[in-house]
Every structure is written in structure tokens, then in C-alpha cells.
């Protein structure tokens, strides 16, 4: 490799890395927001966990069927993944395997 090819190829690292760490920033910040969103949603889940609680224990003697055990039959799975990105293959992968294997 010649002098000028090396340094292309530096530069091209170089700036492979810099959109690499944008990117990593980007992902930190989303990953911040989503948490802050899911701690000021945790009041609510609990508030209405503690209203199902009381309407179920108003009348004890009448059992809602959705508040009986039962045995699981079958398994209900919902996959939420991203389609762009530098972790599409990994979606990708999920996707396929979640498809082809129903056995869950």
C-alpha cells in the first residue's frame, strides 16, 4: 500500500468512528428518554394494580373467569423490533427464528 492509500484509509476509520459514537449518543439519549417515561408511567401501573386488587376482593364470593387459574394452553408472543439501524441483522435474526419456530 502506498503512502496516500494508507491515509485514506485512516480517515476512512476515522470517520467511520465519529458516526459510530453520533450514533452510541443517539442511543443513550433515546434509552434515557424511554426510561423517564417508563418511571413516571409506574405510578399509574400501580394505582391500577391496586384497583383491580380492591374491585376483585369487593365481592369474594363471585369469581370473575379472568381472575381463575387455568392451565396454559397456548402462548401469545409479540416481537417489537427496529427495520434500520446498525441492529437490523439481529432483528432480522429474531424475526426469522420467532417465525419458524412456533413452539414457544
Known sequence: MAGSEIRS???SVQSTQKITRAMEKV????LRKTQSQMRASRPYSERILEVIQH???AHPDQIHPL???RPIKTVGLIVCSSDRG????????ISVHTTANPSF
Open 67 to 69: 381472575m381463575t387459574y
Open 27 to 30: 442511543a443513550a439519549s433515546k
Open 86 to 93: 446498525l441492529w437490523w441483522p439481529k432483528c432480522e435474526f
Open 55 to 57: 374491585v376483585a376482593l
Open 9 to 11: 484509509k485512516i480517515r
